[in-house]
């Protein structure tokens, strides 16, 4: 088992940032392939990051360029650096682990955060 928790969530104006950190506990975060999903009122749960247990990235194109996920193994973190935000970026954010990166990608992580709600006002 893995049990993720999300922080850092927030009311931001257009244009600003903010960082969104996920903290993993249970079983070998290092060896875990990690990432970010967000859910905006009305839709799906989208893909936004991944990385892999070795550095391997990969962006939705829809924040390619704007966010930067990144990870701390000696302290079994996975952040996700969000800039020039917009207000389609509004949306529960959510954390995601699995024992392959390939399951992030395609949106099928083992284990899910309880997630953390980022909201941008135009």
Known sequence: QVQLVESGGGLVQVG???RLSCAASGRTF????V???RQAPGKEREFVAAISWNGGIYYANSVK???TISRDNAK???ALQMNSLKPEDTALYYCAASDTY???VVG???YWGQGTQ???SS
């Open 35 to 37: 990432g970010w999903f």
């Open 102 to 104: 390939r399951a992030i």
């Open 16 to 18: 600003g940032s903010l």
């Open 108 to 110: 099928r992580p083992d």
């Open 30 to 33: 290092s060896s875990s392939a």
């Open 118 to 120: 980022v909201t941008v």
């Open 76 to 78: 079994s973190t996975v």
């Open 65 to 67: 360029g704007r966010f």
